[in-house]
């Protein structure tokens, strides 16, 4: 089932409810404070000004309770492991917040951090391993803003009829804020594997599951990470790349369109210590990506590995027993109780013994494959585990000065989770780093450390699988780093130039061409092996906009030249392909083309190919099955090609279609039959077909998928027999900031899916309209622009 489909079955189930249950909520005292000021500009734009961070949080809770209440209540029920308790056990997971098949899999998983007190040890922590003392401030000021919106309108006067009146909104505390961010920094270790966690219980005969194959398990990890589901681009141009000035940044994060790992723009104020603009995931209170009047920033999620596995002999006749250097240990047991909600609307307990070792959980499958607990058994350990300071670098970045500053904040902190980079400054520098949170493992370690089935699984992806037999095989410590077990920042990549960097999800080699990044670890990247056609999209982008033979006026960025190569929309393999996948078309005997379900007719996707320019415009023509038979190239890998990879030539080859190739012929006609069962036409205009629907209305949208290698990525979601039903992931907080030579930054931004989830709201599709006619927002940063807008909307907290 799509990510859009469970919230879709999440909603009803919500309705349900909420017209059956009617809960009171509490009135929660406002921490005392001077008054926060929350001023409303265009598209639902919040510019929170006050003179604390406990006011700056209380502020930012407030505005988002306004704009996403359901949206976060959700969070904060999932986070507390109360989804049962209101929805079922067999209820769909949040799947923003976790790979979990069902509601009673993620309770177990977050009751477990909530009964053995997880959260409140880590919070125990000082900074630099804790949050900062402005941090706590903030959060504890965002959840008394969070309430105090809560109380004003009460549960029975919510706007969204997804919760309105349900019981499972409630006034949250600071650790549901915690709980959430840790959920956030855990995304791509514990939180991707949780059936597998919650799942593993000792054997209760000799029987058991075959170990998986090095291939299936690679595979597995490759999943959690897949561009096409979370990715992103930057683009950084500093004083030798751009037109005039001395810097232009281009962000484009492709997140999903639903659930709370939707960005939320705001502007956040405290006069001489803060002023920062941009957007974070809903409920996180600080600006992750954006700009200050000095530095603008943007993310991309990193190839580096946050992870890894641990195989561990257990004691023989006592499989809750393991083995350390000879040395029997008994796992850790926590008792975990959830409440589940009956069809009759009863609870009851369900109690479950979820397992650890010293290194970490015991967990029994990872996506898609089993990991048999006999004899062995297989434990994880997650880089960001004890993550809890990812605000303070957030923050701290928001207050940077320059790039070089950035830099500084990332060393120092070591707080961000899975992502890299990228930040231009005012003085001309541009910065690539992937400095974040990643196991201390070698190639070396692995080499002397890892088990057979490790020494397989970590070429192909980079996952560290450790003898967990010897103490030594744990992973390592860096006087540099920030806790133990992460390589320290000195050992992780970082460019600074003046011309550009950029990254596509492509690991650091390439963040600038003239001067690769080579010999990364293999936990943290690879140099020298192929990269996605988006990352040569980007690159060759890049370099032709710097040579002035891209058709645009002049050399060199600018913030008009960004965003409007951003909207041509244009697909790297198609310029490859497109042309010879049009040839081969032609090729078939009565333009028929063999699929797995028997002749396609295929002229009309002939003639579309043959008219097609390459771009994934509403008016496009052959983009539809073109799109089909990109994911289909993809999966060929090598196969599809006549001039394979060539590590001296990685932004032009590999190159020329195989069109003699059954695979690739079949591809095509797989991706024709796939169309015509669905009653799209294979000549279909994009904008016709390729839609997101909000309050009953059809809004078409531009862009197109990662294996296409289009910058404006859009994913959709395919009903096999409807074709295209919604938007899944893509293009979401699209940023450009420009330094120019004098005065403050100028920027442009656009929340793809707009500012509230709330059908009710102006907020809800306005800015998904403005992505559909390709148009930007110009930002409003300065007090001068905030106080012209006309139809100011200011709300002031005690």
Known sequence: MTAHRRAAVVRACLAVLTTTVVAVVPTAAVAAHPAVEIRYTEYGVPHIRATTFTGLGEGYGYASAESNLCTLADVYMTVAGERSRYLGADAPANPDLGRASNSLNSDLY??????????????????????????????????????????????????????????????????????????????????????????????????????????????????????????????????????????????????PWQGSRRFWQSHLTIPGRLDVAGASLLGLPAVMIGHNADVAWSHTVSKAVTFGLFEVPTVAGDPTRYEVDGVPEAMTEDHVSVLVRRPDATLRTVHRTLWSTRYGPVLTAAPGVSLPWAGTVYAVRDANATNLRSLNTWLEIGAARDSRGVLDTLARTQ??????????????????????????????????????????????????????????????????????????????????????????????????????????????????????????????????????????????????????????????????????TAAMCDEFPGHVAPSDSGPVAVGAGCAAL?????????????????????????????????????????????????????????????????????????????????????????????????????????????????????????????????????????AWTLLTYAQSGDPTSAHYADQTHLFSRGRWVPERFTESQIRSFPALRTTRLP
Request: overall charge negative.
């Open 610 to 746: 043959h008219g097609w320019d390459g771009t994934y415009r509403l008016g496009s023509r052959g983009a539809l099955l073109f799109a089909r038979f990109a994911e289909r190239l993809a999966a060929l890998s090598s196969a599809a090609w006549r001039v394979p990879f060539d590590p001296s030539d990685p932004l032009h080859t590999p190159r020329e279609l195989n069109t003699d190739a059954d695979a690739v012929r079949l591809a095509f006609g797989n991706a024709a039959a796939e169309l015509t069962a669905a009653g799209v036409p294979l000549d279909g205009r994009l904008g016709d077909y390729q839609s997101v629907t909000r309050a009953g209305e059809r809004i078409p949208v531009h862009g197109g998928p990662h294996a296409a290698g289009v910058l404006d990525v859009i994913e959709t979601e395919w009903d096999p027999a409807a074709g295209v039903v919604d938007v899944g992931t893509g293009s979401s907080f699209i940023q450009v900031v420009e330094f120019p030579d004098r005065g403050g930054p100028r």
């Open 110 to 255: 977050f009751a477990r951090w909530r009964q053995t007190g997880l959260v409140q040890r880590l919070l125990a922590r000082p900074a630099p391993q804790g949050p900062s003392t402005e941090v706590r401030q903030l959060v504890r000021g965002y959840a008394s803003g969070f309430n105090e919106y809560l109380r004003r309108v009460g549960v029975d006067g919510i706007t969204d009829p997804t919760c309105r009146s349900a019981p499972w909104v409630r006034p949250i505390s600071e650790l549901d804020v915690y709980r959430h961010l840790l959920a956030v920094d855990t995304m791509t270790g514990t939180a991707a594997v949780i059936d597998g966690i919650v799942g593993a219980h000792p054997p209760a005969d000799g029987t058991a599951p075959p170990p998986p194959s090095a291939g299936a398990l690679a595979e597995g990890f490759r999943r959690t990470a897949d561009p096409a589901a979370l990715g992103s681009n930057a683009i950084a141009a500093g004083s030798q790349g751009v037109a005039a000035g001395a810097g232009v940044l281009l962000g484009n994060p492709h997140f």
């Open 415 to 580: 707080g961000l989770p899975w992502i890299n980079t990228v930040a231009v400054d005012r003085r001309g520098e541009a910065l690539f780093a992937d400095v974040q949170s990643v196991p201390f493992v070698t190639d070396a370690h692995v080499a002397s450390c890892g088990t057979q089935l490790g020494q397989a699984v970590f070429p192909l992806s980079g996952v560290p699988i450790l003898d967990g037999s010897r103490a030594a095989c744990d992973w390592g410590s860096d006087p540099g780093a920030v806790e133990p077990g992460l390589l320290g920042p000195d050992r992780l990549p970082r460019l600074i130039r003046r011309d550009y960097v950029a990254n596509a999800n492509d690991s650091a080699w390439l963040a600038n061409p003239a001067e690769p990044i080579t010999g990364p670890l293999r936990v943290v990247g690879t140099s020298g092996t192929p990269v996605s056609a988006r990352t040569q999209e980007l690159l060759i982008t890049a370099e032709k906009r710097l040579a002035g033979t891209d058709g645009l006026p002049g050399r060199g960025f600018s913030g008009a030249a960004m965003r409007q190569i951003l909207f041509t929309d244009h697909s790297r393999l198609a310029e490859l392909t497109a042309a010879d």
